[in-house]
């Protein structure tokens, strides 16, 4: 068992993982503070999240399973964390026996001082054009391979690895991305040559398009659910627990006609709103939604013509389960059904794979 710690922008999430399932612990959400500078904001994230993290050690839930314990794991979640992708490519001049450290040695490091690497790995290495797995040992005078760097800000990763080390001081602390978890969610999967790859988080979509392990275009959206749902709340004068209710609704009687939300105060919300409100909600989604079909138009109009010869795969990652039903499913929706992008790229006709992350 690991105990897993989930950065979002303004929520902690804690889960135990365990044969592969992840299992909700606890949840500890802070409020925005209008003009706050980020340096305070991420002295106050660190902060809460030893306080959480003190709180379960001494909670009867890790003392009944602190011996299954390995490890705990912090993943980051935008904004905590962002990512970089290096296409490198060199010529050896004579044929050269390739170990692990020369890939390493090529990588361009950061110039910034406040940078800490969070996760780094190469993908796609190809010696004298032909693409390989491993590298160490085999002999080449071309070699050309990405790598991706995820960092952070190396003040509040720093700062965050000791707060949690000195509680869980028993246990090794490591950090880690969502985006490296996708990556490794999926690395020993059977894939199409092409995938147009989507994370959608709380308040950013990441979109990206490769092609035989070649990342083409990544695209960052800085728009994703919580804008929506602060733009309703506006509107209605509601909290964010009613706008959840309503779109759960709204969508449930889209696809099916019938509500399936087992709630009784959501049971039969949406049919029950007056038009006016439907057509502000339909608005403000239809608003969201489309801002980022914009940014994936954007990305598949980017892609070079020999990357589209043929059938792509969809794949929407959602962070949990809430995303996906709230918003992540509403995308799929317009991602099948738009044209532009039905011109631009061959999708796969099996089904969008939307899958949710914890």
Known sequence: MRITLVLKPYAIEVYSYENSVYTLVGIEETTRIQEESLSDYEKR????????????????????????????????CAPWC????????????????????????MRVKKAEDD???VESYTSNILLNGYSVQKVEGQMAEHIQFQYVHIYANK????ALLKAIESVFHTHKVVLTSVYGLVERMTSSEKKLAYELRVIIEEES?????????????????????????????QKLAANPEMVTSILESRYQTMQSGILL??????KKLWPDLDQATKDIVNVLVAESIDQVIKSIRDCVDSIGIEYTKDFVAIRIFCLDQALLSLYGNELSDHIK??????MKIRIAEEPISITHIF
């Open 45 to 76: 994230m660190i902060f809460v999240c030893k306080d959480l993290c003190s709180d379960m050690r001494a909670s009867p839930f890790f003392k009944a399973v602190a011996k299954k314990v390995e490890g705990i794991d912090i993943i980051l």
């Open 82 to 105: 962002v990512y970089d992708v290096m296409q490198v490519e060199k010529d050896l001049e004579k044929p050269t026996r390739i170990e692990e450290s020369q890939l390493n040695a």
């Open 115 to 117: 940078v800490y690497i």
């Open 155 to 158: 003040s509040f990763a720093t």
């Open 205 to 233: 979509v990441d979109i990206a398009y490769t092609a035989d392990g070649l990342h083409i275009v990544n695209t960052f959206v800085p728009y994703s659910y919580k804008h929506l749902e602060e733009a309703i709340c």
């Open 261 to 266: 939300a087992p709630g009784k105060s959501a």
């Open 337 to 342: 059904n738009d044209a532009y992008i039905g």
